[in-house]
């Protein structure tokens, strides 16, 4: 059965004419799942009884069960596991900012890039997912939430841009007025650095917010935190985000994990000020989540305003991100090997 969510109301709209239907009912359809967040092709009640059985014969809704939900005490952010229908599980999170609710999706199950710092290392690739698993996840977490969700990061488990299309597919159906409309510019693709990918998303017209993790100034330190180094080191990443600012005309975000005695001193801010000068920027600084067999741990609090400090001295746009769920396992990554794990302990 192929899932409906994976089809951008374009595609819809031919597959649509394949089963003799009229186009137009590809949007009523979209209407229905993202803007109504209906369960079931019952729902969809001015489709006629013969289209809603065609649609039950030939497609899913890929309508995803809890599998744990971890709330804050603190703030408001939930994190999800979710059963992807396959045996399989991801991760999502939903964090409530002063302009309202952001979720943090998950692109693939499992994660290829090995970054030193991230609790998925360690968790097996198995496989990308699809744009409608991409999607769902956000419908998901508004129908259990009861709330609009206007913020979309791609920043859970996975690297989005080594799932290219799917993830440039669910940016479409996030994007689109008659999806979940949901602004570009509202919607944040974090990369740990495919450069070729960088230049792709630069020509496809969509202006969403591109985010780097940087978070080293040298090829020698970035390289021992983030395997992908070896393969694009910064020069050539700093020139793939060069050309990105070009053509999109967007600041970029560059994220930056401060982790004690590895890249939090004046020396690692002063070489950062230098490699950004003169782009269009802004840096994200990050108190590193401390993660259980992690081998990195948190700045002091004194080191990172320091930073940040020296980085605005610069003309560099440098703020602290707030550390939300911090009482819930918020490091990406963290649920999803607890669950896994215990149910191996079990
Ligand atoms: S930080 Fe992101 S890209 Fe790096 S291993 Fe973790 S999930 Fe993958």
Sequence with gaps: MKNIKDYDLEDLKEELISYDEKPYRAEQIFKWIYQENITSFDDMTNLSLELRQKLKDNFTLCTYNIIKKQESKKDETKKYLFDVLDGNAIETVLMKYHHGYSICVSSQIGCKMGCKFCASTGIKFVRSLTSGEIVEQILAVERDAKIKISNVVFMGIGEPLDNYDNVVNAIRIINNPKGLNIGARHISVSTSGLVPNIYRLADENIQCTLSISLHATTDEKRSSMMPVNNRYNIEALLTACKDYINKTHRR?????????????????????????KGMLCHV???????????????SSNENIIKFRDYLNSKGIVATIRRELGSDIDAACGQLRRKSLSSKEDA
Aim: net charge negative; aromatic share 8%; glycine share 2%.
């Design 252 to 276: 970029i975000s560059f994220e930056y994990a401060l982790a004690k005695e590895e890249n939090d001193n004046l020396e690692d801010a002063k070489r950062l000020a230098r490699l950004l």
């Design 284 to 298: 994200n600084l990050i108190p590193i989540n401390k993660i259980e067999s992690g081998i990195y741990s948190k």
